[in-house]
């Protein structure tokens, strides 16, 4: 067991123990930690290590959406299930992820969500999504999906999804772990009124699959790209916010990358 020390360092851990031979590293915290540690492992480049969740987090998406479909494991199995795995890349640079990103308001709530001390789970991510609407407006997009061409479209948010929630929000209450294919949100021109309306029954049940301004879909690859700098974060975790620079980035989906399980203790 290993204390982390600060941002960037249990990424640092779990490399090194995975480089060490270790077969399974453990994940003790929320989101972050996951993220972190998942992206070291990835980063050895050694494909039979496990990563192990034991979720005490804010959130803990990651851990909710493994064992709503994979159900618990123990500590002591060798047992685990190979999930899917995202990669974003920018000029400058690139991450693994392995819940969710989200360009626009996704990760404008993610960025407020560091504002808010003293609550956890839906109420603190509730309120940042209320106080990101206020700070966040619809923007520009050229987008390509997968093989089609490219579309300029007008977007307050664009989250895609390898589990099944994002900030405590069910956004893909259908999404599999393992089936190769993103579950996209993607909200386009919706007033800040419409959008407050529609926070509730996103929290609950996911969002609508009739609505003119929210589309549903899967895919496999997406590029996006703006004529602004871009706000994106991975897993919870900021990607880039504008001080960044960072317009353009291609997101690819990486089948049945990781082993993964979520224990209980």
């Known amino acids: 067991m290993v204390a982390t020390e600060g941002p960037g360092h249990a990424e640092q851990l779990a490399m090194d ?9 453990v994940a003790a915290g929320g989101d972050g930690t996951v993220h972190e540690v998942a992206n070291g492992i990835l980063n050895s480049g050694r494909e039979n290590v496990t990563l ?5 987090g804010s959130a803990n998406d990651f851990a909710f959406s493994l064992e709503r479909q994979f159900g618990t494991s123990s500590l002591a199995d060798d047992s685990f299930h190979l999930i899917d ?6 000029t400058s640079r690139s991450r693994f992820f392995v819940e ?34 206020n700070a966040h407006s619809p923007q520009s997009l050229k987008l390509g999906w997968d093989d089609e061409s490219e579309v300029e479209q007008t977007t307050l948010m664009l989250s895609m999804m390898l589990g099944l929630r994002e900030g405590n929000f069910l956004l893909a209450p259908k999404a599999l772990m393992d089936d190769g294919l993103f ?9 800040r009124w419409s959008a407050m309306c529609l926070l509730p029954r996103v929290a609950m049940s996911g969002p609508p699959e009739q609505h003119p301004q929210v589309k549903l879909r899967q895919c496999r690859r997406l590029t996006a790209a703006a004529p602004h700098p871009l706000t994106i974060h991975t897993d919870g975790e900021m990607f880039c916010t504008p001080v960044d620079e960072i317009s353009t980035v291609a997101i690819t989906l990486l089948p049945k ?4 399980k979520v224990c209980t203790s």
């Open 100 to 133: 969710s990103i989200g360009l626009g308001l996704s990760a404008r709530v993610t960025l407020e969500s560091r504002k808010i001390h003293r609550l956890q789970r839906l109420l603190l991510y509730g309120l940042a999504a209320l106080r990101a609407l």
């Open 257 to 260: 990358r990781l082993r993964a």
């Open 52 to 56: 192990a969740v034991v979720p005490i």
């Open 183 to 191: 579950d996209v949100v993607h909200a386009l021109e919706l007033g």
């Open 17 to 25: 123990a995975a480089n060490a031979g270790h077969d399974v590293v």
């Open 85 to 90: 795995v995202g990669l974003v890349d920018a």
